[in-house]
């Protein structure tokens, strides 16, 4: 279960996907590398997990959410970009989002994004929890003992999810 510091956390990386920074507008952009995998558990595809590559000195996180298949991408500044180049830590967040048929729109990033910015993530969080489904060692940042290096390019960085 997700505590109030880790949904900090996650507003925090959510709110730098809709902060300044998205133009290119003020600076370069770091160098980066496009980034996708899939989230396992058992061999089976995790769908509605957040995954957040978080690198020291980086200007933001990246994320991305899975789908109905465990697949996801990584967005830095825009749509599907990747993450900046260099060793990131990961953390698993989980979501759930709307039941099918109350909402004709995918969960995407931007959609977060976008309740971050309408100031709704709080409400959000507290409506779309799973109830621990994934153990915490993959949800605390500082804790997690998932690693990934993104090079240039294309990155596959599956993560099997261990009980």
Request: aromatic content about 6%; overall charge neutral; some cysteine.
């Amino acid at each position: 279960m997700l505590n109030s510091g880790m949904n900090l956390v996650i507003t925090f990386c959510l709110a730098g996907l809709v902060s300044c920074g998205c133009s290119s507008e003020g600076g370069a952009r770091p160098p980066m590398g496009k980034v996708k995998g899939t989230v396992t558990h058992k061999g089976k595809p995790v769908p509605g997990v957040s995954v957040n590559f978080v690198k020291e000195g980086a200007p933001r996180g990246a994320s991305g959410i899975t789908d109905s298949n465990g697949v996801y991408k990584l967005t830095t500044f825009d749509s599907n970009d990747g993450a900046v180049l260099g060793t990131h830590k990961v953390f698993l967040a989980e979501i759930e989002a709307a039941a099918p048929g109350q909402s004709g729109e995918e969960m995407t990033p931007e959609s977060l994004g976008k309740i971050v910015g309408d100031g709704k993530f709080d409400t959000f969080n507290k409506k779309s929890q799973k109830a621990g489904a994934i153990p915490a060692k993959y949800t605390d940042p500082k804790a997690t003992p998932l690693k990934f290096t993104v090079d240039p390019g294309e990155n596959e960085k599956n993560i099997e999810i261990e009980d």
